[in-house]
């Protein structure tokens, strides 16, 4: 399987970039800071031997694809992802529909993985054209009242056929703490939904289609016991939310769509394998790492965009931005994350991109290969669009043309860019990707003295939202 490229050429300019010289000063400084990753913090990690400074130690989704691998050869029926498998194959035939409730780091990965391998239309699809993989919602990620009652609402109204599992769902619920306010008040609402639809079957089939995934103690833990859930999943400890994307978090509603978790985990090995072995000159994470960074640092870029040019990436965008922005953005320092879709954002953007503040830096995320057969423009005798002249040009053809139309135009005002060029979308390349930028984003804290795991900032909401509810 081919590996993801980066390119920075679009950023390596005396003029409105950085130089190779500055690239290769900071070879050191991240050679050093791979060992830390590689082998410092395991041996931390496993010793509990954590310094201060490294407060949490959320390291182990560096490990964990390697370890759910192995651990699913060792054992196929009892490891995790063996688990994964039955319960999802297992329910394929028994319901048409699953809610995935969760919010920040509990959803998004899947919402993105869903978006970037599924067919765009897949909930609107037909069971059988779905080949009985469930239409998939997201919710607990709000408390928006008209969100939450047309889902509700949605859900009673089941599938277009007759049987009887077009009228079921399943609820995948997520939360590491398992105390979330958003995801616990979704959770209770729906679970009241699933426990009416499911009638008189409620006593018998509730704990087969409440799926769990949560932390080893904790209150929705507690709630799993009770209603009596056959299989509760873990969020891994030493996994941090927005780092678990690879785990039973990400894994258990990837596998209910029918999506290969094997090559999504064989991806990310592959990236860690690429990420401890190749030169720092051919290395894709430090080498994303050290051009960003320099780009902050000398030509004040303080807006990083992740302009993605194919509509499958939106939401792998916008697990990036979260994850960046909650790992790094701390002690008043971390650039802010940006998701464009292009080139649908040129047209909303661009302007303000082009000759607004230049403080950004974009990196492209291009598609090499569309997993469709590329269509043509057309010929038409109604030429008054006077697009004959382009009728067997095809649509990536004309991507291709935006995407250096638009990265000269950037270049032409002073504006670096990068470009991610991905083989294609598929399992595999995902897993590449999210481990690339997993990766990435704690190199790049560390770098910059920040500690990227955990988010005390936002506890502060939470304690002002319970407060103005009436708790203590
Ligand atoms: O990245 C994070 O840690 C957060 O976005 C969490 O995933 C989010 O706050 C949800 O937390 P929990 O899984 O405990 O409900």
């Known amino acids: 399987m081919p590996l993801l490229r980066f ?3 679009g950023s390596i300019n005396s003029d409105f970039g950085i130089t ?15 060992t830390e990753m590689v082998e410092t913090d395991q041996q931390q990690y496993e010793s509990g031997q954590i310094p201060e400074n490294k407060q949490p130690l959320d390291a182990r989704f560096f ?3 390697e370890e759910q691998l192995a651990a699913y050869q060792s054992d196929r029926a009892e490891s995790e992802l063996g688990r994964i498998f039955q319960v999802a194959n297992g329910m394929h035939n028994e319901i048409d529909a699953v809610v995935v409730l969760g919010i920040g780091g509990s959803y998004m990965g899947a919402r993105a993985m869903m978006e970037a391998c599924c067919d765009p239309y897949h909930n609107e699809l037909t069971r059988a054209a779905r080949g009985s993989k469930p239409r998939m919602y997201f919710e607990g990620n709000n408390v928006d009242n008209d969100a939450s009652s047309a889902l509700w609402h949605r859900l009673k109204a089941g599938g277009s056929g007759p049987t009887e599992a077009e009228q079921r769902f399943a609820i995948v ?17 729906c679970l009241a939904a699933l426990e009416e639809s499911l009638g008189d079957q409620a006593a018998s089939q509730l704990g ?4 769990p995934v949560t932390g080893a103690q904790g209150k929705l833990h507690d709630l799993a016991s009770a209603i009596g859930c056959q299989q509760v999943f873990s969020v891994p400890e030493g996994v941090g939310g927005r780092f678990s994307v690879l785990s039973s978090v990400g894994l258990m509603p990837a596998a209910m ?10 991806g990310a090995v592959a990236m860690n394998e690429h990420f401890r072995t190749a030169s720092y000159e051919d290395n894709v994470v430090l080498q994303y790492v050290a051009v960003n960074h320099l780009l902050a640092k000398y030509r004040d870029k303080s807006i990083r965009v992740m302009s993605v040019w194919s509509k499958a990436l939106e939401s792998v965008g916008l697990w990036y931005d979260q994850l960046l922005a909650e790992s790094n953005g701390k002690e008043g320092l971390g650039v802010t994350p940006l998701t464009t879709v292009n080139t649908r954002d040129l047209h909303s953007r661009h302007q303000q991109h082009q000759q607004g503040r230049n403080d950004k830096v974009f990196n492209n995320v291009i598609v090499e290969n569309y997993r469709t057969d590329p269509l043509p423009v057309g010929h038409s005798e109604r030429n008054q669009d006077e697009l004959n002249d382009l009728s067997d040009r095809t649509l990536p053809e004309i991507m291709a043309a935006a995407i250096k139309g638009t990265n000269d ?15 294609g979308i598929d399992t595999h390349v995902l897993g590449q990707l999210f481990q690339m930028l997993m990766i990435a984003t704690v190199i790049e ?16 909401y939470k304690r002002n939202m319970n407060k103005n509810l009436g708790r203590t």
């Not at 190779?20 to 991240?30: K, P, R, V, Y």
Request: aromatic residues 4%; charged residues 20%.
């Open 257 to 266: 769509l029918g999506l290969d978790c094997m090559k999504l985990l064989e």
């Open 63 to 65: 490990w964990l694809p």
């Open 208 to 211: 087969r289609f409440v799926i």
């Open 409 to 423: 135009a950037l270049h032409e005002d002073g504006r670096p860019t990068t470009d991610i060029l991905l083989p």
């Open 20 to 34: 190779e010289d500055q690239i290769a000063g900071l070879s050191d400084t991240l050679g050093n800071l791979r």
């Open 445 to 460: 804290g560390r770098l910059l003295g920040i500690n990227p795991y955990g988010q005390p900032g936002v506890e502060q």
């Open 7 to 9: 390119d920075p050429s």
């Open 173 to 189: 619920v997520i939360s590491k703490s398992g105390g979330t306010m958003e995801t616990a008040v979704a959770f209770r609402q």
